[in-house]
């Protein structure tokens, strides 16, 4: 079964790599699971995300039993029930604008699940907290951040860069 974010996303955009369910019931959250950190590694990989772990800390926090986190350009993603949370320092409201119109069922503002435009739920602010449902709206966000990065003249090699 979906929940009601996954299911926008499933319905909106057939064929999308929609994520598996990773939770874990509370009693098995602190049990390493190699096969929760592997589907891990693999998504941020896949979307050119440095993969930060193993952390032992971090399996226990959260819903999702994993001691990888992701980062690239000043932002960290979490994964969650069925999707990643992507928090940062913001997307500028015409950026986060324009990639909503192709993106905005994929990748949710604030994670909200009536997929608003950045426009309508920041009035012009920029956004700097997103619920990315598909591999490809994972993809599409990492190459998002690439293009806004500013690198002080150094070349946009720099994806696993946090600072």
């Not at 064929?15 to 049990?31: C, D, I, W």
């Not at 069922?105 to 997929?115: I, L, Y």
């Not at 998002?144 to 946090?162: A, F, Q, V």
Request: a negative charge; hydrophobic letters at 35%.
């Amino acid at each position: 079964m979906m929940n009601p974010s996954n299911f926008i996303a499933a319905q909106s955009n057939p064929g999308k790599t929609v994520f598996p369910n990773l939770a874990r019931r509370q009693s098995e959250a602190n049990k390493e699971d190699p096969e929760v950190d592997g589907f891990i590694v693999r998504e941020l990989t896949e979307a050119g995300i440095k993969a930060e772990g193993p952390h032992d800390w971090l399996r226990k926090r959260g819903e999702v039993p994993s001691s990888y986190i992701g980062l690239a350009y000043m932002w960290s993603f979490t994964r969650a029930w069925y999707y990643w949370i992507a928090k940062g320092p913001g997307i500028p409201a015409d950026k986060a604008e324009e990639f909503h119109q192709k993106w905005g069922t994929q990748v949710r503002v604030d994670g909200h699940c009536g997929c608003p435009s950045p426009l309508q739920w920041h009035h012009g602010f920029a956004v700097g907290h997103y619920h990315i449902d598909t591999q490809e709206g994972l993809n599409a966000f990492a190459a998002l951040l690439k293009s806004i990065h500013i690198c002080d003249g150094e070349e946009k090699e720099g994806i696993n860069s946090h600072g």
